[in-house]
């Protein structure tokens, strides 16, 4: 009977330690997918669109560029506690009158951030990324044109299947009341995002849909229909559609709604979020 027990506590232990073993490596491989990534990369979509609005007469006044600069660095190769990764962030938007006479730029929105972020497994071995981050948000301006916020964000990113990548994001914001009266109805409290690989390399789809905390009235829709021409490069040819607020700082409270068309420089693999 006693050799009996300890045969099958030496199969409990056994299956115990290989369970751990599994588990340790399917750590390593979700991990493994951010150090694959160069240390300094691109981290939001890179992009050089124009285009017009549907909501109003085309003039050179009414019609832009819109550009946006996005890298990462991650600042350890090795995790912190918990199996977190650290990462400086930053983003820049610029929209650019570039049919108007004198060619101004019309607002520049810069975007900074510190992030900590933890790769794992969900069920059915989907890939996933949480990510706790602190940002800021502004304009540059002073005075009343002056656009300014901070946020703390919690997201999660996962790829649910070969085609579809979707991501969940919410953030408590910190707004100067005085400066931004109402950003927070514009801003909201969240997004959810999706990416779906039409023709795995060569075309995609995006869908960024941001709620304000308005009731009806507030939030934003950003699609993209992305075109890769050659595999073995990393850009695209982008349409892009726009419609709601917040797409600048400085034009919150203003409804927008624009088509754009140019050129995307995306992350090679997912994004953090």
Known sequence: MHFKYLFLCLIFFSFQSNSQILEEKKNFRAA?????????????????LTGVPLDEPIDRNSADVKYQIS?????KSKPL???????????????????????????????????????????????????????????????????TWNMLAFSLKSQISPRWIVGL???I?????EDNPELTKYVGYGEASATYQIQ?????????????????????????LNWRPY????????????????????DYQEHKNMIRIGFTIKPENMGIF
């Open 169 to 171: 994001r919410g953030w």
């Open 200 to 224: 795995p390399g060569r075309w995609s789809a995006d869908i960024l849909f941001r709620k304000g905390s308005g009731l009806i009235n507030y939030g934003s829709l950003q699609t993209q």
């Open 71 to 75: 890298f990462k660095l991650r600042l």
């Open 81 to 147: 506690w918990g199996g977190f990764f650290p990462y400086l962030m930053y983003t820049q938007k610029a929209f650019w009158d570039i049919y108007a006479s004198s060619k101004p730029f019309s607002e520049i929105n810069f975007n900074p951030g510190v992030a900590v972020v933890r790769p794992f497994y969900l069920k059915g071995g989907r890939l996933t990324y949480g990510t706790i981050s602190l940002e800021h948000e502004s304009n540059g301006r002073d005075s009343i044109y002056s656009r």
């Open 173 to 177: 914001p910190i707004v100067d009341k």
């Open 231 to 250: 595999k073995n490069e990393n850009y695209y040819l982008t349409l892009q559609w726009f419609i709601g607020y917040t797409e600048s700082l400085i």
């Open 32 to 48: 493994d997918s951010l150090l694959k990534e160069p240390s300094f990369s691109v981290h939001k979509d890179n992009y050089f």
